[in-house]
């Protein structure tokens, strides 16, 4: 079996990913679980929403296949960790009160099994996705500097139509979704929260922790990079999209799914 991709590029995951709050309080309004309700959580990482929902009352039941995103986790009395995957959860039939998953979806190596695991574990409770619909983006400059990211997320990430029908068959649930405009102020900092700070793409450390940047050529980023650097040094990006600069929100494309019986 292949090794988890964040055992190899995730081992400074911390430095610029921590669970933010506002997708943390979404997370707790659309499981509905009352504060000591046991939630298992599906590609954990290294446990930033993890220990927040363990902050907001609950039980929490991580699983996560990279021993090195694992090693990173802040103990929490709250959370007990599992070495699994969503495709073989090691977790016993109706162990969980609901399941979250939080941009973690796009790497499970079958995704329908995963949603079966996930029903195994919570075939009563709600399955609250946070994940990227990169078919509703909203005119992001993202794909100007590296439309070969952009690619692989279309192929990475199924649509909206196709989750809701895979899920449908998988699991007899009813899908919900909330699109997630994101905040210009997130503190969790993946791929496209810094919609509106294109300086920190020229971040190594920053480009280090994204899966995106490490599953395309290096030759492709470095030009990418080159580009951005280029058009932030002489105005041509601020000239074209400036604007964002003074948003307080932006659709990139970001929603929570929620699968309920």
Same mark, same amino acid.
């Given at each position: ?23 943390? !309080? %979404?997370?707790?309004? /659309?499981? @509905?679980? =009352?504060?000591? +309700?046991? $939630? #298992?959580?599906?590609? &954990? ?34 959370v007990t960790w599992f070495a699994?995957? !969503? %495709?073989?959860?090691? /977790?016993? @039939?109706? =162990?969980?009160? +609901?399941? $979250? #998953?939080?941009?973690? &979806? ?38 100007e500097y590296f439309p070969e ?81 280029d058009d932030l040094a002489s ?27």
């Amino acid at each position: 079996m292949d090794r988890p991709i964040y055992d190899t590029i995730g081992r400074s995951y911390g430095s610029t990913r921590s669970a933010d709050p506002r997708i943390t !309080a %979404e997370l707790v309004r /659309l499981t @509905g679980c =009352a504060p000591g +309700a046991t $939630v #298992c959580d599906i590609g &954990a990482g290294s446990g930033n929403y993890t220990n927040a929902l363990a902050d907001a009352g609950f039980t929490l039941l991580a699983v996560e296949p990279s021993e090195a995103m694992r090693a990173q986790a802040r103990p929490h009395d709250g959370v007990t960790w599992f070495a699994g995957s !969503a %495709e073989a959860i090691p /977790l016993e @039939g109706g =162990a969980a009160e +609901a399941v $979250v #998953c939080t941009l973690a &979806a796009h790497h499970f190596r079958d995704l329908r099994a995963g949603l079966r695991e996930m029903e195994r574990v919570c075939p009563e409770g709600p399955h609250v996705f946070f994940t990227f619909d990169p078919y509703a983006g909203k005119d992001h400059w993202f794909a100007e500097y590296f439309p070969e990211i952009l690619e692989n997320d279309f192929a990475l990430f199924p649509s909206m139509e196709a989750f809701a029908e895979l899920a449908m068959e998988a699991t007899g649930r009813a899908f919900e979704r909330v699109r997630f405009p994101l905040p210009c102020d997130l503190a969790d900092q993946f791929m496209y929260a810094p919609w509106a700070k294109p300086e920190t793409y020229l971040d190594p450390s920053f480009r280090a922790n994204m899966s995106g940047f490490r599953m395309v050529d290096p030759d492709v980023v470095s030009r990418g990079v080159g580009r951005l650097s280029d058009d932030l040094a002489s105005g041509a990006w601020d000239a074209r999209f400036g604007d964002l600069r003074t948003r307080a929100e932006h659709d990139a494309g970001f929603v929570f799914v929620t699968l309920r019986r």
